[in-house]
């Protein structure tokens, strides 16, 4: 029995990190690519696995070692031709090595294993993202369109976020992407289950710590510059007039001393 359901688990979270992190496309209809040929993401990575159920304490087991090993994944775009989509996926691990891979998908049709760093830009509430329908028997949607802040820039993200039961295990989703890119932004995952008073929960987790894609705004058209000038302009006219105040009261007080001087001063006779 335990054998059974510890491949149960190997298998689904195979399948889980397949369909969760490396092929979340948007479903068949219309997508706007907001990506070029040349256009990288970095992310960073983080992993945890923790287990009480006999036989599966170690996350080698459920094939969980190589993320737990891994520190960061860079995405980089070499072919766009419509809206099929070639991207260099390179991952950094711990120890120093990496691994290359070339993966291609059609935002649009949700074809291919693209990955789930890239899906269609400007979607909207309640556009239907990632077809996971045949692994869960759902759909999901984007639950709102919000401002968070990336790589010290406010931009327009698309959130989703979902907690479901399937079969003896609960997951749990939580994702944002760049709206006017579809560049993914952060996405964070947790499968967790319970047998005979002993539980499982492994999570994995992207976020964004580069890309190109992005261009910071001239410094003459960000607020906080304003405040620098506003602040150098209020500080030299301050300045300038306790200079102007303190010549003046020099200047009266100097008369004052030459009025009582001359008064003091007897005419000879």
């Given at each position: ?9 190997h298998l689904l979270v195979i399948v889980f990190l397949i369909i969760i992190f490396f092929a979340i496309f948007i479903p068949n209809g219309f997508a706007t690519v907001g990506v070029q040929k040349g256009t990288w993401v970095k992310y960073s990575t983080n992993a945890s ?117 399937y079969s003896f295990f609960d997951v749990y989703l939580n994702a944002y992407w760049d709206r006017e890119t579809g560049i993914e932004t952060e996405v964070s995952a947790v499968i967790s289950y319970h047998y005979l008073g002993n539980s499982l929960t492994a999570s994995n ?65």
């Amino acid at each position: 029995m335990l054998v059974s359901i510890r491949n149960r688990i190997h298998l689904l979270v195979i399948v889980f990190l397949i369909i969760i992190f490396f092929a979340i496309f948007i479903p068949n209809g219309f997508a706007t690519v907001g990506v070029q040929k040349g256009t990288w993401v970095k992310y960073s990575t983080n992993a945890s696995y923790e287990s009480t159920i006999p036989g599966m304490t170690d996350p080698g087991t459920v094939g969980w070692t190589e993320l737990l090993n891994s520190e960061s994944d860079l995405f980089e775009v070499v072919d766009v031709v419509g809206n099929v989509i070639t991207v260099r996926r390179t991952t950094y691990y711990k120890n120093g090595t990496q691994v290359v891979e070339n993966k291609t998908g059609n935002v649009a049709t949700g074809t291919g294993d693209l990955g789930a760093f890239l899906v269609g830009a400007e979607l909207n509430v309640g556009d239907n993202v990632p077809p996971l329908k045949p692994l869960f028997n759902q759909e999901f949607y984007i639950n709102e369109t919000i401002y968070r802040n990336y790589l010290g820039l406010r931009r327009e993200v698309n959130h989703l976020e979902t907690h479901f039961a399937y079969s003896f295990f609960d997951v749990y989703l939580n994702a944002y992407w760049d709206r006017e890119t579809g560049i993914e932004t952060e996405v964070s995952a947790v499968i967790s289950y319970h047998y005979l008073g002993n539980s499982l929960t492994a999570s994995n987790s992207y976020t964004i710590i580069g890309t190109n894609s992005w261009q910071s705004p001239p410094i003459w058209i960000q607020w906080w510059f304003w405040v620098i000038i506003g602040a150098i302009i209020i500080a030299s006219l301050s300045l300038t007039l306790f200079l102007k105040r303190k010549r003046t009261k020099k200047a009266q007080i100097s008369v004052s001393n030459d009025q009582a001087h001359l008064s003091n001063v007897k005419p000879n006779t």
